[in-house]
């Protein structure tokens, strides 16, 4: 099936590949370095894609399927409570970059390590994974981005709201 990824203002068409899902057609896009800022991919079921090299600033994420992802995230906030605070001023701060464990901008676990103040090997709960949904997601963070100028951050940091207010925090 033929894929197009449209601009979400002018509807340019940024992307086009025969692939067998949205997914694998972003990925695609992703590999041979499509500038994708602006993207509408308001469709896209992205669980599981890789989003370590895409420039997602101005995408519109807003209809994806992204259950899986936010599920996953959710099972690790659910281990690092006393951390969630610090994880979503991280993300507001542009401090949170997706693809390492250490550092002073780490990705979701290695965040939620910094916070704690420990080896990010060595946490309750919770298993660095760099396959699972969740660490993947975050590849899409990088240094300085923040919810105001990138869609995967702003995402994570209302999934983060959402999630306090279930949790009654």
């Not at 990824?5 to 695609?28: M, P, Q, Y």
């Not at 919810?147 to 994570?156: F, G, Q, T």
Request: hydrophobic share 40%; with cysteine.
């Amino acid at each position: 099936m033929k894929f197009e990824i449209k601009h979400r203002w002018n509807g340019e068409v940024l992307f086009s590949v025969e692939a067998e899902n949205w997914r694998f057609a972003v990925e695609v896009a992703i590999k041979s370095k499509a500038d994708l800022s602006g993207a509408n991919l308001s469709e896209a079921n992205l669980s599981g894609a890789n989003l370590s090299k895409a420039d997602l600033s101005g995408a519109n994420l807003s209809k994806a399927d992204l259950r899986y992802i936010k599920h996953d995230i959710w099972g690790i906030l659910l281990h690092a409570i006393l951390e969630v605070d610090g994880l979503r001023q991280a993300l507001i701060d542009g401090k949170v970059g997706g693809s390492a464990y250490s550092g002073e901008c780490a990705c979701l676990c290695g965040t939620i390590a910094n916070i704690r103040k420990c080896d990010y090997q060595n946490m309750s709960g919770i298993k660095p994974d760099s396959n699972s949904m969740a660490e993947r997601f975050f590849m899409g963070i990088k240094k300085d981005d923040t919810p105001e100028n990138n869609p995967v951050s702003k995402l994570v940091v209302e999934w983060i709201e959402e999630f306090k207010g279930l949790i009654g925090k």
